[in-house]
């Protein structure tokens, strides 16, 4: 993921002091240049750096998922959702979305910080809301499908227009 700042690479990292202390951010490689971050308000737990991208241990996890394995997919959701957009393995994506994005993602300022950013590239069937974010129907279709309500509310009032198709 790529700051919306200055553009650089974003880095997952651990929070060592203050409120967010044992918490997990998003922040920026350029700093102390750039002081851009992205809480996940996720704590500290062993599988964070275990799992960015790997899909074997995201199966052996799966079969019993822990609390802490269940925060370490959350920190890890940016990551998730880049990857989910870009790829254009069907069999990948489709893993990666029914087994961790569709259960455990619920972080709505993820999902806005995500549509904004330049992931999203033009597309024929984009859609660009009035606070600038971004989304094509194929996304929105998969989007709406996870569990969170806090999502499904979201996209619904961001993205009425492809609601309204999807939805009803």
Not at 11 to 40: A, E, Q
Not at 74 to 85: R, V
Not at 121 to 142: A, P, T, W
Request: net charge negative.
């Amino acid at each position: 993921m790529r700051c919306p700042d200055c553009n650089r690479q974003l880095d997952l990292k651990l929070c060592s002091k203050g409120v967010f202390r044992n918490l997990y951010f998003w922040g920026c490689t350029n700093f102390p240049n750039c002081h851009f971050i992205l809480n996940t308000h996720v704590p500290e737990n062993e599988y964070t750096d275990q799992i960015k991208m790997n899909l074997d241990i995201f199966h052996t996890l799966l079969r019993e998922p822990t609390d802490e394995v269940v925060n370490g997919f959350k920190a890890n959701m940016g990551l998730y959702l880049e990857h989910f957009i870009t790829c254009r393995w069907g069999a990948h994506f489709n893993d990666l979305f029914d087994n961790i994005i569709q259960p455990y993602f619920d972080d709505v300022n993820l999902l806005k910080f995500i549509l904004k950013s330049d992931i999203i590239r033009s597309e024929s069937n984009i859609i660009v809301s009035d606070y600038g974010e971004k989304i094509f129907y194929e996304l929105f279709r998969y989007l709406v499908k996870v569990e969170d309500k806090s999502i499904k509310e979201y996209l619904a009032s961001t993205f009425p227009e492809f609601n309204k198709r999807f939805c009803t």
